[in-house]
């Protein structure tokens, strides 16, 4: 009877959780219809109030996150709350995203953006509040509305994250429901998200399972794969300088980026330097017994991640498989033979723990990152720490993955905040992961694009070029220095109008008909002969 009565409630939750689905899709996507007609300008104006809000709740938000799932540091989640809310928005601010976002004039192209409609995200309890942030900037900033499904270890901070964003989104003028948060999240709840005939697109963060059923969903979506991060300390690296990095990737958030470094690879020539540097900085080096029974504890029988130990301080993991470290320690680091099921540490860990390998040279060492990388990290991130130019080039050439960060942390490097790469909170691992995209994933890959694409032979039908037909005779001609354009649009006759300025133009020249109209009854063309 109590098996039956939580039968039946496990179903009425999930029933619930697909018809809030339905209803939550239902006021998003009639909130896109309106904002999909938004100018540049008051897109902009909505994301700009967006980001202020989710910068001002950034501390509170990164609290809610730990208290709720228990993962992570509050410190580290505050910066990452605050990468999601102004390192991004800066990146994107000046972004094209409506309207032309590109005239190709030689070409005679224009590229005209338009949002794709309702997206589907799904958020992870490992990044929640930071995810939820960075998704919805991007997605506002095309035009598009979102629908957030929270892992249900962080619904609550994921709610009230999608509570600041939509109140500032609606003070800055956006439609009401242009954003939205599943409050009750089942996997069939999921499910119906994604599938639904009013979701146009997914942006899956989660699991491995989750992933795929995004994939398999029948719609377009951007998923992210694991990230089995190898990190190689090649003999030319400072030594001091890469473990510090290595560390300070691997402790980040107590390793709940996927981009976090799993494994130290280096070089045999300097196997002791190193060793004693990563003593130095809080390394502990299990011993083949804990190795043994911290995989255990770490790694499930079928091969998955002890929930328990994710995003938890090294301290706190040894205590829970009862190895006694040093108070200081930052770093469980274990040093291992081989990568595989008879290795459970060489998969990723989402925590503060290391796998170490020792190799005979770099070509060696080149053939353990791959192996790793193979072992569940296609795709996605590899560091490494190297003087060596041509070493450097070498594993960029023979990699699979997207992103080879050099001397910096791969965890904060890959998603672009210590490095130059696009700042994203999703990275794409390429068809190697499975992926649509390798990229940091933007805005951009958020809209469509059509394109206006006019003849070859640009001559006007009537015999009469289409400057002749605005201007009337031709002036007099213009200085030799002048440049005449090729294509002209709307917004290039409001700039010259607003400089007082001419644009020159003859026969070959295509106006855009809302330029021609701007232009109607304003003297603003000279046609050169």
């Known amino acids: 009877m109590e098996a039956l009565r939580w039968y039946g409630c496990r179903m009425d939750k999930d029933l619930q959780s697909m018809q809030q689905a339905r209803d939550l899709l239902e006021k998003a996507f009639q909130a896109q219809g309106q904002y999909a007609d938004f100018s540049q300008e008051r897109v902009d104006s909505i994301v700009q109030a967006m980001s202020r809000a989710g910068l001002r709740e950034a501390e509170r938000l990164a609290r809610m996150a730990v208290e709720e799932t228990g993962f992570g540091r509050v410190e580290d989640k505050i910066l990452k709350n605050r990468f999601g809310a102004e390192t991004v928005y800066l990146a994107i601010r000046d972004l094209k995203t409506a309207g032309i976002v590109r005239e190709d004039q030689e070409k005679g192209i224009v590229e005209i ?23 919805a900037l991007i997605a506002l900033k095309s035009r598009n509305s979102i629908v957030f499904s929270p ?20 003070a800055a003028g956006a439609p009401e429901g242009v954003i939205q948060c599943m409050s009750v999240s089942t996997l069939e709840g999921t499910h119906e998200l994604m599938k639904h005939r009013k979701t146009a ?173 193979n072992y ?14 041509e070493i450097i080039r070498q594993f960029g050439l023979h990699k699979p993955v997207s992103r080879i960060v050099v001397n910096t942390q791969a965890a904060l490097g890959a998603v672009g905040h210590t490095t130059n790469l696009f700042p994203s909170m999703t990275l794409g691992c390429g068809t190697m992961g499975g992926n649509i995209s390798s990229d940091n994933i933007s805005p951009l890959h958020l809209v469509n694009i059509k394109r206006i694409a006019y003849s070859k032979d640009r001559q006007s039908t009537t015999g009469t070029s289409p400057s002749t037909m605005l201007t009337g005779p031709a002036g007099p001609p213009p200085k030799s220095s002048v440049t005449v354009v090729r294509l002209v649009c709307e917004e290039d006759v409001r700039n010259a109008l607003a400089k007082g300025e001419k644009i020159y133009v003859n026969s070959k020249s295509v106006i855009t008909p809302s330029a021609r109209d701007l232009a109607s009854d304003k003297d603003v063309f000279l046609f050169v002969s």
């Not at 770490?298 to 205590?319: D, E, L, S």
């Not at 569940?376 to 130019?389: D, Y």
């Open 151 to 170: 892992h249900p270890a962080a619904t609550q901070c994921v709610l009230e994250t999608a509570r600041i964003l939509m109140e500032a989104a609606r």
């Open 201 to 373: 697109l997914i942006l899956a963060t989660g699991g491995l399972g989750l992933v795929r059923a995004a994939y398999s969903a029948g719609k377009p979506a951007f998923g992210v794969g694991p990230g089995n991060v190898p990190a190689y300390i090649e003999s030319s690296a400072n030594i001091p300088k890469a473990v510090r990095d290595v560390f300070a990737g691997k402790c980040f958030d107590n390793g709940t980026l996927c981009s976090s470094e799993q494994s130290i690879v280096t070089d045999e020539a300097i196997y002791s330097s190193v060793m004693e540097e990563v003593k130095a900085q809080g390394g502990y080096f299990l011993s083949e017994a804990e190795i043994d029974v911290v995989g255990k504890l770490v790694v499930t029988p079928n091969r998955a991640i002890n929930p328990q130990i994710v995003g938890r301080a090294a301290t706190v993991i040894a205590g829970m498989a009862g190895v006694t470290v040093p108070a200081n320690t930052r770093v469980l680091v274990a040093t291992l033979k081989g990568v595989g099921r008879q290795y459970p540490l060489s998969i990723e860990k989402l925590s503060p723990i290391l796998a170490f390998y020792v190799e005979k040279d770099w070509h060696a060492a080149c053939d353990r990152c791959i192996e790793l990388l």
């Open 113 to 135: 953006a338009s949002p794709v409609g309702v997206i589907a995200a799904i958020i992870p309890s490992t990044n929640p509040t930071s995810t939820a942030i960075f998704k």
């Open 376 to 389: 569940g990290g296609l795709g996605h991130t590899l560091a490494i720490h190297s003087q060596n130019e």
